[in-house]
T-cell receptor, first 115, second 111 residues
């Protein structure tokens, strides 16, 4: 499978716990994006990387959220001290930088439920 | 701050009919306008996209119409099929940075 892979697919946690999600982009893609989607809404941009550099962060990305892409390949998104309002689908996407940078390929997401 | 507004929120069409979804944007710096299709439990998948230098783009049964002066664009699905039942999102991008999505349209095609 050469698509964008996200793990885990589902995560249930208690309020106040920390959670970490992983995204493996398409192998030759150097751009990686994180989005959040709540039920009945369009995906909302959180942050994106070009290689290992984090180029842009949304105001939605509070100080409880941190994303990394240490070697320019896979990425992790960590949420500290989770709140019920963090419950959402977290989507990862990748694209080929410069030529093709606009064509985002999405993974199937990680569904987070905070109890 | 909603930069891309999409309508209708839901749409029901008979098999063989035409589905039309509309979007309007505010930011004149947007230079790439894709449409994504999303099935339950899946991430969005790119369907078709257009740049503002053309007024229409067609790929199979899917057509984007673009009106730069009105800052509007729309998706037409010809000969709609039950398999087209999904949620459709318009989006916009400026200079290859982030994609901004509309709120989505849930399309149901009845057999």
């Amino acid at each position: 499978d050469t698509g964008v892979s996200q793990n885990p697919r589902h995560k249930i946690t208690k309020r106040g716990q920390n959670v970490t999600f992983r995204c493996d982009p398409i192998s030759e893609h150097n751009r990686l994006y994180w989005y959040r989607q709540t039920l009945g809404q369009g995906p909302e941009f959180l942050t994106y990387f070009q290689n290992e550099a984090q180029l842009e962060k949304s105001r939605l990305l509070s100080d409880r959220f941190s994303a990394e892409r240490p070697k320019g390949s896979f990425s992790t998104l960590e949420i500290q001290r989770t709140e019920q309002g963090d419950s959402a689908m977290y989507l990862c996407a990748s694209s080929l930088g410069t030529i093709g940078r606009e064509k985002l390929f999405f993974g199937s997401g990680t569904q987070l439920s905070v109890l | 701050q909603q930069q891309v507004k999409q309508s209708p929120q839901s749409l029901i069409v008979q098999k063989g009919g035409i589905s039309i979804i509309n979007c309007a944007y505010e930011n004149t710096a947007f230079d790439y306008f894709p449409w994504y299709q999303q099935f339950p439990g899946k991430g969005p998948a790119l369907l078709i996209a257009i740049r503002p230098d053309v007024s229409e783009k067609k790929e199979g049964r899917f057509t984007i119409s673009f009106n730069k002066s009105a800052k509007q664009f729309s998706l037409h699905i010809m000969d709609s099929q039950p398999g087209d039942s999904a949620t459709y999102f318009c989006a916009a991008m400026s200079s290859g940075s982030r994609l901004t999505f509309g709120e989505g349209t849930q399309l149901t095609v009845n057999p």
